[in-house]
């Protein structure tokens, strides 16, 4: 039998994101942000959704832009360090040994030493409450070669992506492939 948890943000998992915006003086920054997915295949799109409170709120605010770069398990204490640390107050590129890399398509920074970069172009900002949803356009997505396949797709296993449980408040990593997708016609 199921116990009820009652009302919580338990949907499992959510991504480890690192997301880089460029504040009013041109400073590159980072937040690290769980609250994000595919919203879109066509204009392929994804969502980051922040609260008002967090700088890189009022960056992308500014900018329209964003980019996410996915951190490998080697990152995990960067990534948890760059969600607890407020650009406000602190360089976060600095402060992590992370090296900023200018956005080659929109007007924002990514991390040089992450394998997976995905380049946004905000469309459309949604208020939910306490957070607001940046629905970006994904109009580049750049990855280290060593993390290709043979048919030159990001191969998840040689990424090895952090995951984040929420409610739990864990990092996590990604296990073995268990099947291709969409081979299943039917269940015996």
Not at 69 to 80: F, L, Y
Request: charged letters at 25%.
């Amino acid at each position: 039998m199921k116990k009820s948890l009652g009302v919580g943000t338990y949907a499992l998992p959510s991504p480890v994101w690192v997301v880089g915006t460029y504040d009013a003086a041109g400073k590159p920054n980072l937040m690290t942000a769980a609250w994000g997915g595919i919203c879109n295949s066509r204009p392929p799109s994804i969502y980051v959704s922040l609260r008002k409170a967090t700088y890189s709120h009022g960056n992308i605010m500014a900018r329209r832009a964003y980019t996410v770069s996915i951190p490998s398990e080697q990152h995990v204490k960067e990534a948890d360090w760059i969600g607890i640390a407020s650009g406000r107050d602190v360089d976060k590129f600095a402060g992590a040994k992370l090296t900023p890399v200018r956005g080659s398509v929109v007007d924002a920074p990514y991390v040089d030493e992450f394998p997976v970069v995905i380049e946004c172009r905000v469309k459309e900002i949604v208020e939910l409450g306490l957070h607001t949803q940046f629905v970006g356009e994904i109009v580049d997505v750049k990855a280290e070669a060593e993390v290709l396949n043979a048919k030159g797709m990001i191969d998840i296993e040689k990424v090895k992506p952090l995951i984040f449980t929420p409610g739990a408040g864990t990092y996590h990593g990604v296990s073995k492939k268990l099947q291709d997708a969409f081979i299943t016609k039917e269940l015996k």
